[in-house]
T-cell receptor, first 113, second 114 residues
Framework: KAGVTQTPRYLIKTRGQQVTLSCSPI?????VSWYQQTPGQGLQFLFE???????NKGNFPGRFSGRQFSNSRSEMNVSTLELGDSALYLC????????????FGPGTRLTVL | DQQVKQNSPSLSVQEGRISILNCDYT??????FLWYKKYPAEGPTFLIS?????DKNEDGRFTVFLNKSAKHLSLHIVPSQPGDSAVYFC?????????????FGAGTILRVKS
């Protein structure tokens, strides 16, 4: 089985711009979660989608949004980028929304200048 | 408010010795705990997990211990190998009607010296 894929792997944007990141889960996985990783902060939960519905949301401002398509692929959007949004954005998929083991993609490294 | 804490940013161990990584949590609703390992430029990979109904789970060289009364878990790696050098994240989840999310610690960098 192919693993979780994320595109693009690297991205450079400037303040005020918006960005869309994409995630394709493992085949058969219907739950997709997004995390932000910054140095010293570990992984911070952004949101989780299951069957095209957002089922859980972390403590991030409304500039961070996401969606999930019928094929379970997910996108994450960040509008009005700030310097502090520079981070590694990780997508993880699992079979269902019951928590437990998630499989992570390699991440998208976003740099905001 | 960090619900999962890994108080040691880094740990250095000699090859062949035991590595002990620690994790503390504050939320008594957590009922499932996981350890992930992360190499640079890769996503975290699942290592081992433990349910709150157990106090120990073993998988090869990796053992996780859970002390619910102390809200503490630890990962033991015996014997440590240079390939174990990575960032280790402790994570926890609580059951929820609207799905679950993993709460991660900040990570511990493990360096195994040969």
């Amino acid at each position: 089985k192919a693993g979780v894929t994320q595109t693009p792997r690297y991205l450079i944007k400037t303040r005020g711009q918006q960005v869309t990141l994409s995630c394709s889960p493992i085949s058969g996985h219907r739950s997709v979660s997004w995390y932000q990783q910054t140095p010293g902060q570990g992984l911070q939960f952004l949101f989780e989608y299951f069957s095209e519905t957002q089922r859980n949301k972390g403590n991030f401002p409304g500039r961070f949004s996401g969606r999930q398509f019928s094929n379970s692929r997910s996108e994450m959007n960040v509008s009005t980028l700030e310097l502090g949004d520079s981070a590694l954005y990780l997508c993880a998929s699992s079979l269902g929304p019951q928590g437990g083991r998630e499989f992570f993609g390699p991440g998208t490294r976003l740099t905001v200048l | 408010d960090q619900q999962v804490k890994q108080n040691s940013p880094s740990l250095s161990v000699q090859e062949g010795r035991i590595s002990i990584l620690n994790c503390d949590y504050t939320n008594s609703m957590f009922d499932y705990f996981l350890w992930y390992k992360k190499y640079p430029a890769e996503g975290p990979t699942f290592l081992i997990s433990i349910s709150s109904i157990k106090d120990k789970n073993e998988d090869g060289r990796f053992t996780v211990f859970l002390n619910k009364s102390a809200k503490h878990l630890s990962l033991h790696i015996v014997p440590s190998q240079p390939g174990d050098s990575a960032v280790y994240f402790c994570a926890a989840s609580a059951p929820g009607e609207y799905g679950n999310k993993l709460v991660f610690g900040a990570g511990t960098i493990l360096r195994v010296k040969s």
